[in-house]
């Protein structure tokens, strides 16, 4: 009886050793994309173009292309898309980012950091095409 609750201590050891680490690796880098900032930029000093943007952070990195036509965002696509997939919050945010022409929008309830991925990817895409068109 003493030896198979040793085992099963044992495995229990293990089983909360794994999930520690699996918490840790999972969540690295959180904070620091919940508190990103995201800056608007000036779509009237941008050429028409189609410019990637590839935010890194953690599990949240991404890459996306913009596309602006007329000093306006008419599309943005995601390229490589997070750890964990968040299309639905993608759609939401490109959604929001097109209607205000602006990545600085809201960030989608339930899906901080996520939202936060993705609109900094945008504005580093605008940046990049920023750059190019000067």
């Not at 596309?67 to 898309?81: A, G, K, S, Y």
């Not at 919050?89 to 600085?104: E, G, R």
């Not at 991925?117 to 190019?132: R, T």
Request: some cysteine.
């Amino acid at each position: 009886m003493k030896k198979v609750l040793k085992i099963i201590c044992i495995i229990l050891i293990v089983i909360i050793a794994v999930l520690t680490v699996f918490f840790i690796v999972f969540n690295h880098g959180m904070s620091d994309v919940k508190n990103a900032v995201v800056s608007n930029v000036d779509l009237s000093k941008i050429n028409d173009g189609i410019y990637p943007g590839t935010f890194k952070g953690g599990r949240w990195s991404n890459t996306v292309e913009v596309t602006v036509r007329n000093h306006q965002i008419v599309e943005i696509r995601v390229d490589t898309n997070q750890t964990i997939p968040a299309q639905d919050v993608a759609n939401k945010v490109f959604d929001s980012i097109m209607k205000k022409q602006t990545p600085k929008v809201d960030v989608v309830s339930g899906a901080t950091v996520s939202s936060k991925g993705y609109m900094k990817s945008v504005e580093i895409a605008l940046k990049n095409a920023l750059a190019m068109s000067k």
